[in-house]
Each structure stands twice: as structure tokens, then as C-alpha cells.
RNA sequence: GCCCCCUUCGUCUAGUCAGGCCUAGGACACAGGCUUUUCAUGCCUGCGACACGGGUUCGAAUCCCGUAGGGGGUACCA
């Protein structure tokens, strides 16, 4: 059975290259029928944050990422937290150092620069320089006692190590650029490569789809499964997502721009902002200079007050834009990888049907966010509107807009009302005219330039008013016979009418069809939005 | 510095492993047009690429060598 997993490390919000890498280990166990776990790698104490594993689990899931394995759910490899199999480690540290192929050492770090800085001098990779005779545990033991950072080192074999990748091939590396690195920290903690490794053998890992910045990592892998007597799993290193800048996709992206941008803008209030960010006005001027970044929620709200649109980095950032989760794993899996019927707009289990781990390609990519714009358009007439309907009320409660209040009914018929949307932003921006109240409507400056203020509007809307007023069934159909009769008569083309009614009614240029917006609001709001636009529009 | 990987339209890519079917196909973006009561949507047209230099071959985007550029690694991070 084939066996995928993900390998997040706790140490934030999960973002998006971590997704596309989780997707491709799902669509590779859905595909062929087998398993995906989660698990999470939280060896590094010093780099975890506790909401972190959570977050992930949650991001993952409203992608519709669900593994059959996991922290939360269990399974016959449990635990899945790395810090919970300490032990197990141990074990097989232990039974390295037994078998004469890891030692003890207990070099210090400055001790450990200055022979790699000699090696650079000297123009050739450093290579720890292995002891002749290995400590024994009491040796160990004893430094340990005196306080020396005492560790473990895997030996490197000998000859060349030949890494076979589905991506790229066999890479070769050669004898002499191993050195010998270190599976156990001073800390008593594995390190990533040993426990990964140990954990991959004892879950029934048989393939490991990884970024690309995992293949130097690889021949210590495979020495360390030859070193224990462990099979060997099938490796594709994926190419990665770079951002616009050039270099990996980071989390401090968000953080960049919004720095960028303040010092951009003098008019900003630092002040208010800092307050904003929870941060000294010191801290906030270190947070500019980039010396620190700020958690990511703090840099979103910040981002808000200034009315900033940040670059989407994390998940959690796509969901707050109004992106559908299909939209954004449609994207992503074609992102380095190509479907071999050549579609690119798929929904989810087509993903799965398709998927074939020999087309992933070699080159790193750039993420086009107005592609993906263009895959969620796509999506958004593709899922059922119950569906939709969950993921607005989502994004609404997200962003905690006022919207949120109306009843289902409401909000589907917006929907309904906004087809061809691009995103949820979209649906709010159109959909306004319905958070207005009839005396209260303010107008847009350009609307007024471009509508109200021509001739003869307040004449247009006091006559259209007069006959809406007449109308019996307050239904789409006769409203829209209204307005077209009402054009015919007096020889005006539909924009002469109904766009004054729009703006008197959303106090701007956009709605959704003048008739079906006029439905949603009634009769009687309708009539007295009018009035207050002919009192405005007399008022010029 | 050392090691590894990569290089097709502005962007994502097909084609490269098995050389001719490629006067290089698609998608997004962009420009123009049509549809439309607005914004979108939808439809049509256009623009637009094999990094460079050498080979091999009757024939190269495809194979080989070199150059340049980009990315990654070089931790008691993962």
C-alpha cells in the first residue's frame, strides 16, 4: 500500500507552499488508494509555538486536506507529535552508537566555526573531522557532567551516494563531500534528520514528496536507513513556489510589505498603529528597519487600519480574501505539476483521478494571484450553492463584517444576485446597497459626477418613482417592464433610467441588475431611497 | 568559497526521457472588439517564448560540452 505523509513543524501559520506540499502526498495516497498522515515535527524547542499544530490542522482541513492518521485522530503509528517519541529515538541512536556506526562529540560551537571557516579558506567543503577512536558512554557521560555540549554524529559512508528521484532522476553525490552530521542535539533531542528518518521506517512511509531544499538532505537519509537496516522509500523533490522578489516563499513576506509600505506613507499615524500592532513605538521602528516581525495577526490588522492589501502568504490569508478552498488547491496543484489530459479547472476529486506523479516538472514557480483570481471565478459557479453559501458565511464572520447578521436566505440570494463574481470581496463591494439605510446614503463623488448630476435627472427619477409607486406585484419581471416602457415613451436608452435609479439606490455605480435589487429591498425602501436621492440631487 | 538543482510567451505550463507530427500548443495577464441598464460574467480577435555559444545529426526546444543567469544547501532549523 502506498503511504504519504506531511511533516509540518509547529512553528506558525501554515503557508501556502506548505500546502501544495501536504495536497501532493494526499493526491498521491487518494489516488492509489492509500494513506496520508500528518505528523508533526517539533523537535526544535526553541522555534514551536503552542496554537501552531492546531492552526495547521485547521488550514489543512478547510482545504479539504484530511489525513487518515494524525495527532488529533491516532492510528497504529501513534504518537504523531515527535516530541512524544523521544524514546524511540533513543532506541535507535542507542543501538547506532552500539554498532560502532555514530559517535559521541562535544565540540563547541566556536570550535565548530573555526574549522569551517579554515575549510573555506582553503576552498573545499568542511568535513567533521571523524576521531580515530570513538569516546565511550562514560567519556560522554563525563563531559556531559562538566558541562560540555555533548552530541551524536552518524558516520558517513564511504563512496558515492546516489539519490534516484522521481523529479529529477539520479543525482549523484560524490565520496568526500559527506561529513559526518549530528542525529542527537546536546539538548537529548533527535535531530529533524534522524527522527524523520526512524519515522518514515516505523509509519510505513513508502513515499516522500518533499520541496526541493530537502535533497541535499537526502544521501544522509539514505545512509542513516542503510545504517539501521531500513527500506528505502521513493523520493521526489518538488520544485518550489518563489516569491515575486526572488527566493523562497517566507512568512515574513506580509510583514516586508507592510513595513515598506508605512515608510512609503508620512501621513501615517505610527503612533496609533504601533498601538494597533501591539508594540512599543521602539519596538515599531525596530519592526520597520526589519530587525522584527510582528505575529501575523498583528501585521493583518495593522495592513486593515491603513487599508493595505498584502501579498497572500499563509492560508489563512486566501481564506480572508474571499478565495474558495478549490479554487486555491486547483491553482497550487498546477503549480510544477500538469495534469496529462492538459484541464486545469478541476474540482477536487478530478485532482485526485488525475493525478500522476511522473508530471511534476523541475523549474520553481511564481504565484500569479491573478490566475488564481481566474481559477476561483471558475469555482464559484462550480460548487453547489449550499457550499457557497458555508464559505460566505465564513469569510463574513472572518472579517467581521456587518453583513454577517442577515439570514441565509438573504445572503443566497445575494450570491445569486453576484454570479460571475471573482471572490467573496466582490460579492460584499456589489451587495452594499443592502447594509444602507434610505436617509442616511451617502453618495459617491463619482457617481454623482457621472449620474446625478446631468440634466434632468431628478425629473427622470420622480417619473420613475411615480410609476414604480403604481406597480401591484413588486416582482423582478414587472419592475423591469416599468423601467423599459418608461425608456420607449421617452426615448431614452436603459442607462438613462436605470442608472440613476442604482445610484439613488446604492449610492454608487455598482449593483447587482436594477431589477432584482430593487426586489430585494421592497417597495417601500425603494420609493423613499429615491426621494432621498431627488432631495439630493435637487440640493446640487 | 564549496556542493546540488533549474532555464520554453510578462506569468503558469505542454512538448524534452524514446530527435522529424513544433512555421512550438493551452491557460492567465495585456490590447482591441462583441454581448450587457452598472460592475462582473460570457464570446471573438490580436500580441507574445525554445537564455547564449559551440558541437552530434540528413534533421535539435528535444542529445553532448561550455558560458551566463536563477534557485537551493552549506546549523546542535526543519
Redesign the pocket.
Known amino acids: 500500500m502506498i503511504v504519504t505523509r506531511f511533516?509540518p513543524?509547529p512553528t506558525g501559520y501554515l503557508h501556502i507552499g506548505g500546502a501544495r506540499t501536504a495536497l501532493f502526498c494526499l493526491l498521491m495516497a487518494r489516488h492509489n488508494n492509500g494513506k496520508f498522515i500528518l505528523r508533526i515535527?517539533d523537535?526544535?524547542q526553541k522555534?514551536n509555538t503552542p496554537t501552531a499544530t492546531q492552526q495547521v490542522m485547521e488550514d489543512l482541513k478547510w482545504l479539504g486536506i484530511e489525513w487518515d492518521e494524525g495527532p488529533d485522530c491516532g492510528g497504529p503509528g501513534a504518537p504523531y507529535k515527535q516530541s512524544e517519541r523521544l524514546e524511540i529515538y533513543d532506541k535507535h541512536i542507542n543501538q547506532l552508537l552500539d554498532d560502532g556506526k555514530a559517535y559521541y562529540c562535544?565540540?563547541?560551537?566556536e570550535e565548530?566555526a573555526e574549522m569551517?571557516d579554515k575549510?573555506?579558506a582553503e576552498?573545499?567543503?568542511?568535513i567533521y573531522p571523524r576521531p580515530e577512536k570513538f569516546p565511550t558512554r562514560e567519556e560522554a557521560d563525563a563531559a556531559a557532567a562538566e558541562g560540555k555540549?555533548v552530541?551524536v554524529r552518524l558516520c558517513m559512508p564511504e563512496g558515492d551516494i546516489v539519490v534516484k528521484d522521481l523529479v529529477?532522476g539520479e543525482?549523484t553525490?560524490?565520496a568526500g563531500?559527506f561529513s559526518d552530521f549530528?542525529i542527537r542535539?546536546?539538548?537529548g533531542?533527535p535531530?529533524?534528520h534522524l527522527a524523520c528518518v526512524v519515522d518514515d521506517e516505523l509509519m510505513g512511509v513508502t513515499h516522500i514528496f518533499r520541496g526541493?531544499?530537502?535533497?541535499?538532505?537526502t544521501p544522509g537519509h539514505q545512509a542513516l536507513q542503510d545504517a539501521l537496516g531500513f527500506s528505502r522509500p521513493t523520493y521526489a523533490h518538488m520544485?518550489?513556489t518563489?516569491s515575486e522578489g526572488?527566493?523562497?516563499l517566507s512568512k515574513r513576506e506580509r510583514g516586508k510589505a507592510l513595513a515598506k509600505a508605512i515608510k512609503a506613507d508620512l501621513e501615517i499615524d505610527r503612533e496609533e498603529l504601533a498601538k494597533i500592532g501591539e508594540m512599543s513605538i521602539e519596538d515599531f521602528d525596530e519592526f520597520l528597519n526589519g530587525k522584527i516581525t510582528p505575529d501575523a495577526p498583528l501585521v493583518t490588522a495593522m495592513a486593515k487600519h491603513i487599508e493595505l492589501h498584502l501579498p497572500e502568504i499563509n492560508v489563512v490569508d486566501f481564506k480572508e480574501s474571499g478565495f474558495l478552498p478549490e479554487a486555491v488547491t486547483n491553482f497550487v496543484a498546477?503549480?510544477?505539476w500538469?495534469s496529462p489530459d492538459?484541464q486545469?479547472i478541476m474540482p477536487f476529486e478530478k485532482l485526485i483521478e488525475n493525478f500522476d506523479p511522473t508530471?511534476f516538472?523541475?523549474?520553481?514557480?511564481?504565484f500569479?494571484r491573478?490566475?488564481l483570481?481566474?481559477f476561483n471565478?471558475?469555482h464559484m459557479k462550480m460548487v453547489d450553492s449550499d457550499k457557497l453559501l458555508g464559505y460566505f458565511k465564513d469569510y463574513l464572520v472572518l472579517n467581521e463584517l456587518e453583513m454577517g447578521k442577515f439570514d441565509d436566505d438573504t445572503l443566497a440570494t445575494l450570491l445569486k444576485l453576484c454570479?460571475?463574481?471573482?471572490n467573496f470581496e466582490?460579492v460584499v463591494n456589489?451587495s452594499n446597497f443592502i447594509m444602507l439605510k434610505a436617509d442616511t446614503i451617502e453618495f459617491d463623488p463619482n457617481a454623482v459626477k457621472k449620474v446625478l448630476s446631468k440634466d434632468g435627472v431628478a425629473e427622470i427619477l420622480t417619473e420613475v418613482k411615480d410609476r414604480l409607486n403604481n406597480l401591484e406585484a413588486w416582482e423582478a419581471e414587472p419592475i423591469?417592464k416599468v423601467i423599459e416602457v418608461m425608456c420607449e415613451e421617452k426615448q431614452l436608452g436603459?442607462?438613462k433610467v436605470?442608472?440613476p435609479i442604482?445610484v439613488a439606490i446604492a449610492g454608487c455605480?455598482?449593483?447587482?441588475?436594477?431589477?432584482a435589487t430593487l426586489v430585494m429591498l421592497g417597495k417601500d425602501e425603494t420609493i423613499a431611497r429615491i426621494d432621498h436621492a431627488i432631495e439630493f440631487v435637487k440640493g446640487l
Open positions: 511533516a513543524s515535527e523537535t526544535d522555534r562535544w565540540d563547541t560551537s565548530l569551517r575549510a573555506q576552498k573545499r567543503s568542511f555540549p552530541i529529477r543525482v553525490f560524490q563531500e549530528v542535539k546536546s539538548d533531542f535531530t529533524y526541493q531544499e530537502h535533497l541535499m538532505n520544485s518550489v518563489v526572488g527566493g523562497k498546477l503549480l510544477g500538469s492538459g486545469e508530471r516538472n523541475k523549474t520553481n514557480s511564481l500569479d491573478k490566475k483570481q481566474a471565478t471558475e454570479e460571475g463574481a471573482r466582490d456589489k423591469h436603459m442607462g436605470a442608472q442604482r455605480m455598482v449593483s447587482p441588475a436594477i431589477d
